[in-house]
């Protein structure tokens, strides 16, 4: 084992919770089921959205909204995802004994590959859909995840008109951009049903949870009752949330960063494809935990805006949306078409102390635990970008002089700039 080293090291991601934040989750503790209903009301009225639903990650947020969409269209069940995003999509769409159909990306866009996309939402590509379960059409698909991936957003009103089949719902996956806009709108209220994840290295924390948005009454309805039958936290699991808490607010900062980083048993940074998370609401120690969410993200977007600009200028990258001054990402990606220069820069210890980090191991359909997918690679632009991309930090954590000695760590590895 290597001993670890004591040293500044920065998060990839981070969304800080401050002691104060936690004084005002012990609250929500006290006041109980009324905090979570305080927290439910400000997110439909800043979202603007008839309704919300409370759970314990994005995670359990989608499978409500694709458990959901199962009720209202049992014949369906094909969901079209990128075939570059979290593991945790997919994961869920297999626990619920749902169908991944997946969709190459674009890799200057990290979106969906709208050609690509065209063709799975009109029926063509009837060989794969076969595949998917006899079907062929778009009969068998329930619904489509565009995903603002590291909060870049996905051109969701370009979903929209591809799909023809009013049986096909357009579920947005935010889970990595709230507090996010694009073309004036803000993000997550952009599908008929739009989630957040409140985990660690999101947008904004409360340890772990997720929100959904709909407008939909059909959708809402169902939405309400299944999460109304689910179990809570209890007095326990809230305690445990409250020490996770602490231990972040504590070692989330640079100054002791070091630290967990060096514990393997915490699997930071690893990506799994875990088919048993635990299912439940949002408690009301995460209700009090949020009880600042909206001067909180505002906060965390003022320096990831900042961050992500100046990458963005420093790397000469064009990112899709709309001015540079929205530009809310968790984790700004870099290509690196070059990888002995990428496996050079991650193989540096700088590397690992200024946050920067490689992204998901594999495209979806090289997950093990896929094997439905088959052996056979079609998703080459996905596969390129899990190969190609590495992330630089962009939260408020990351100090003038953290940029500098990142923005000189590449100058020196790539000399040409
Ligand atoms: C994190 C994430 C999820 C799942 O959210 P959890 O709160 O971690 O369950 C879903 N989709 C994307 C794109 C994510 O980044």
Request: charged share 25%; glycine share 10%.
């Amino acid at each position: 084992m290597k001993f670890p080293k004591i040293k500044r090291t920065l998060p990839p991601a981070a969304s800080p919770i401050y002691l104060r934040d936690i004084l005002w989750g012990i609250r929500g503790m006290i006041m109980g089921d009324r905090e979570v209903e305080r927290f439910r009301d400000e997110l439909k009225e800043t979202f603007g959205s008839r309704y919300c639903g409370l759970v314990s990650s994005g995670k359990v947020a989608l499978a409500v909204t694709l458990e959901t969409l199962r009720e209202l269209c049992p014949e369906r069940d094909q969901v079209v995802i990128p075939a570059f995003t979290c593991y945790s999509v997919p994961a869920v769409i297999t626990r619920l004994g749902l169908r991944v159909r997946l969709c190459d990306v674009d890799p200057d866009t990290l979106d969906f590959d709208y050609d690509q996309l065209a063709g799975i939402l009109s029926g063509v590509g009837g060989e794969e859909s076969a595949e998917a379960g006899g079907k062929t059409g778009t009969e068998g698909i329930l619904c489509v995840l565009p995903t603002h991936l590291f909060g870049i957003p996905s051109d969701i009103s370009r979903v929209r008109k591809l799909v023809k089949d009013p049986g096909i719902t357009v579920v947005e996956d935010a889970a990595q951009a709230m507090g996010g806009v694009h073309g004036g709108r803000k993000l997550g209220t952009l599908g008929d049903v739009g989630f957040f994840s409140l985990g660690r290295g999101k947008a904004f924390s409360t340890v772990e949870g997720g929100i959904l948005l709909t407008d939909r009454e059909d959708i809402g309805e169902i939405v309400e009752r299944r999460i109304r039958m689910m179990p809570d936290y209890g007095t326990v699991g809230q305690l445990k949330l409250l020490a996770q808490a602490f231990t972040i607010s504590i070692f989330l900062r640079p100054s002791l960063f070091w630290f967990p980083k060096s514990l393997p048993f915490l699997n930071l940074g690893k990506t799994v494809f875990e088919t048993d998370y635990k299912v439940g609401k949002l408690s009301p120690f995460q209700a009090g935990l949020a009880i600042k969410w909206k001067a909180r993200l505002r906060e965390f977007a003022g320096a990831r805006v900042r961050n992500a600009g100046h990458w963005a200028s420093l790397f000469n990258q064009h990112m899709p949306g709309d001015h540079p001054e929205t530009l809310n990402l968790i984790r700004f990606p870099v290509r690196l078409e070059n990888r002995e220069v990428k496996a050079m820069i991650l193989s540096l210890d700088l590397s690992s102390e200024f946050g920067i980090m490689a992204t998901y191991p594999d495209s979806i359909d090289g997950i093990e635990e896929l094997a439905q997918m088959g052996a056979e690679r079609r998703f080459p632009a996905a596969k390129k970008c899990s190969e190609d991309i590495i992330t630089l930090p962009v939260h408020s954590y990351m100090s003038r002089r953290d940029r500098a000695e990142i923005e000189s760590l590449f100058k020196n590895v790539i000399p040409s700039g």
